[in-house]
């Protein structure tokens, strides 16, 4: 997701601009973590209170990790059965309309003598 935004606003094609602001980003956001966990240590005259709220403030990240994780998983795979479906909607129309031409009289003996004229294009978007 962060390559893809750091792609979008900056139109680049070079993948190592990319890759280097990526690291930048994932350095930033560890750096942040260890400043907070040192300052919720050092600012906590009670230790264990202090080891506990940590604790709990890394389950909720990796529970919330984990629930986008699934939910980007689906997503994905939504994407994949929307393009399999229109791929499978337009084959199958495509093979309709070759399978009702062949029904007309006469397609045959024109295909079979004129094979250099047709000419299968894909439809634009």
Known sequence: MIRRDIQ???NVADDR???SALARTKRAKWVMRVVGVVSILSSSFDTPLAMVSLASCLALNYVI???RAQISKKIELLKWAKLRDS???EYFVGGYVVAEWATVTGFREWVLTNPHRIMMIPRDR
């Open 8 to 10: 979008n606003q900056n």
């Open 17 to 19: 601009i990319v890759r």
């Open 65 to 67: 990790n984990s629930i």
């Open 87 to 89: 791929w499978i909607r």
